[in-house]
């Protein structure tokens, strides 16, 4: 509820309305029940009474919410509300008659029964009308204005759920320059329905005949909005996108409003389209595990790292210290989260995780309570080539960073890591599982030494192929098709696990509150569910037909085989991994398999000396020794480079 310091002048004009409209109510239903001499005979005892029972009918209404409540939103759920201030004061007045005034006058009494009633029905309607009639006025001039102002006729697509969020967001003027005509729903039992007034004028696959029909009668149809439900697989979206280009319509999107977002439109985004339905977040657990705390993300201004950045500002972070070693990225990441309102106090340091004085220092001074380590070297043709420049940075620097965070007293360190890490045949996979280890042993040996008491944790995530992140296949696709093609797949049998950012980094979080959990797991794997891989040719085709053109006709695909460090298939857990069962939905994990710190150390300083002397034998007989399922890659039976693909017209 609403504190009093917080009530304006407008709340004092809804408690005036509602002081007003109690005394109207009173008085009439007296002046309909009594008439004449009777009447003006209850007229001083009411006037005692009235001052009274108004103050306590604005305590009610306050409590009920009645006086916070904007007119321009009255809803089903304020309704109720007036209901319920009603009644309450019904039964105040039941209160004062029969146990109160009777007994003194001797069993005679003032209001009766059939003012009483006549009383609830009179309080409801002047509570209400007035503010049914200002919503129903704001509802007619936001439509007027719409009209007049040039507002695009649209098309609405999805369920009549969705829609009537859309249809609240243009009403609101949180969506503007649009409005809908009609709503087309891939729902039967939306069909033959309106939903505020905008009639539901038949399925998705109706589309053509609905603009078809509405050009012939001279109301033409600029826009189609889609819906999240319009982006579920048996809507069949790419169906929508294609017509949509053929008759030459915009078309927009409503994002998902799961996370609390305000209704808007943005341009349809194919990475959207190409999942399974996002996990459910518990964003309450989120909240409560960053809220007013401080938190360092090391490769802030990378995709992973400043949605990470984004997601800590949004659940209450106090403070914020963003590490990047590329100027130009931490100066976007910070001015964007300086651009916002209300969040945490940021501030940006340029800093390679490599320098480990650098590292440490910054660490000490800031004291973070959460470290999220995103900061990393990751496209595997590149490191293939630089062996010694991944193992510096996605080993050394992690060891860097989670030395630091233990060092600085951080409650817990998160490093992103990677599905390519099980198993590895890149170098790629093999540093960043070497730094899984090291955060293991690190753990592990925590643990031992202050058993029973709250201690750091350190714990990994991994990441299959996170889509629109920097360098990822979507971005790579899409400038391809924008270009007019060819698309280049490595192998027609290669297949990745896919997630959205905002999916991921929400994982992320998620995984960070489950290790630091008052009974903390002996967990420190997790593994984000990605539901089932994809084949990348599929999302390849699949992206040509969202984009509304069709493969092997429009855009054709090229097969250039696969690239060193690739392998087919990607793989979760190793076989040395047994998995746990946490609880928690859209996310795996394994109990630690790492060797001794002590182990750990002596590779470390092998590495080190190797490192110094470019010596590459060295390195990779260390990492091998380290990791001895270290292996190349799988061989497909044939490599179909330079190959073209067509698929069915």
């Known amino acids: 509820m609403t504190s009093l310091k917080n009530l304006t002048q407008r709340n004092a004009l809804i408690a005036l309305h509602d002081a007003l409209a109690t005394a109207a109510a009173l008085f009439a239903s007296f002046f309909l029940r009594f008439d004449g001499e009777l009447f003006w005979s209850r007229v001083p005892l009411l006037l005692q009474i009235l001052p009274y029972f108004i103050a306590f009918s604005v305590v009610v209404a306050y409590v009920f919410k009645l006086t916070t409540t904007k007119w321009r939103f009255i809803s089903l759920p304020d309704a109720l509300n007036i209901v319920r201030v009603a009644t309450v004061l019904t039964l105040a007045l039941v209160v004062l008659d029969y146990i109160i005034v009777a007994p003194a006058a001797g069993g005679t009494f003032f209001l009766g029964r059939i003012t009483i009633v006549l009383y609830w029905f009179l309080e409801i309607l002047f509570l209400a009308a007035p503010r049914f009639a200002y919503r129903y006025f704001r509802y007619t001039r936001v439509r007027r204005h719409a009209r007049s102002e040039g507002a695009s006729p649209a098309l609405v697509i999805g369920r009549a759920a969705d829609a009537?969020?859309?249809?609240?967001?243009?009403?609101?003027?949180?969506?503007?320059?649009?409005?809908?005509?009609?709503?087309?729903?891939?729902s039967p039992s939306d069909l033959g329905h309106t939903i505020r007034d905008v009639p539901v004028l038949g399925g998705i696959d109706?589309?053509?005949d609905v603009i078809r029909d509405y050009e012939q009668r001279g109301k033409p149809i600029a826009r189609l909005v889609m819906t999240p439900s319009a982006f579920e697989p048996e809507a069949r979206p790419e169906a929508v996108l294609m017509r949509a280009k053929r008759l030459g319509l915009i078309v927009s999107r409503l994002p998902?409003?799961?996370?609390?977002?305000?209704?808007?439109?943005?341009?349809?985004?194919v990475e959207d389209l190409l999942l399974r339905p996002s996990h459910n977040i518990d964003y309450a657990r989120l909240e409560a595990l960053v809220k007013g705390k401080s938190v360092i993300v090391t490769g802030g201004g990378g995709s992973i790292g400043s949605e990470i950045c984004d997601r800590v500002a949004t659940f209450g972070a106090a403070r914020l210290l963003v590490i990047e070693n590329s100027e130009p990225a931490l100066y976007a990441v910070t001015e964007a989260l300086g651009a916002r309102e209300g969040i945490a106090a940021v501030e940006g340091r340029i800093a390679d995780i490599r320098d480990r004085e650098r590292v440490m220092r910054l660490?000490?001074?800031f004291k973070p309570d959460i470290v999220f380590h995103a900061a990393a070297l990751k496209h595997v043709p590149i490191l293939e080539r630089d062996w010694s420049e991944g193992v510096k940075t996605n080993i050394f620097g992690s060891v860097n960073v989670a030395d630091a965070a233990l060092a600085a007293g951080a409650e817990a360190m998160v490093m992103i890591s990677t599905d390519k890490a099980i198993e590895p045949v890149s170098m790629l996979g093999l540093t960043k599982r070497f730094a899984e280890m090291y955060c293991q042993a690190l753990d592990h040996e925590l643990a031992a030494q202050v058993a029973g008491r709250p201690r750091m944790r350190l714990i990994s995530v991994r990441f299959g192929n996170v889509l629109a992140s920097n360098g990822?296949?979507?971005?790579?696709?899409?400038?391809?098709?924008?270009?007019?093609?060819?698309v280049t797949v490595t192998h027609p049998d290669m297949v990745r696990y896919f997630m959205t950012i905002r999916e991921a980094c929400d994982l992320v979080i998620t995984a960070a509150a489950h290790a630091l959990a008052p009974v903390r797991p002996d967990v420190s794997v997790y593994v984000l569910n990605m539901g089932q891989p994809v084949k990348i040719v599929d999302l390849a085709e699949r992206m040509i037909r969202l984009s509304g053109l069709e493969p092997?006709?429009?855009?054709?695909?090229?097969?250039?085989?696969?690239?060193?460090?690739?392998?087919l298939n990607e793989i979760l857990?190793?076989?040395?991994?047994?998995?746990v069962e946490i609880g928690l939905a859209g996310i795996m994990a394994a109990k630690p398999n790492e060797p001794p710190m002590p182990t750990l150390r002596k590779w470390l300083a092998a590495l080190e000396q190797a490192i110094a002397g470019d010596d590459r034998a060295t390195i990779k007989a260390v990492l091998k020794d380290a990791i001895p399922?270290?292996?190349?890659p799988q061989a497909p039976a044939q490599e179909p480079a330079a190959v073209i693909r067509l698929s069915k017209a």
């Open 573 to 579: 857990f190793a076989n040395e991994e047994p998995t």
């Open 629 to 632: 399922e270290f292996g190349a």
């Open 552 to 567: 092997g006709l429009d855009i054709e695909i090229v097969f250039s085989g696969m690239r060193p460090g690739e392998r």
């Open 256 to 269: 998902s409003l799961e996370s609390g977002d305000a209704p808007r439109l943005t341009a349809v985004a």
């Open 472 to 486: 990822s296949v979507v971005p790579k696709f899409k400038a391809q098709i924008e270009a007019g093609g060819p």
């Open 164 to 186: 009537e969020v859309l249809l609240r967001g243009i009403e609101s003027g949180a969506v503007k320059q649009l409005w809908p005509v009609g709503v087309l729903s891939p």
């Open 206 to 208: 109706d589309v053509e």
């Open 363 to 365: 660490m000490s001074e």
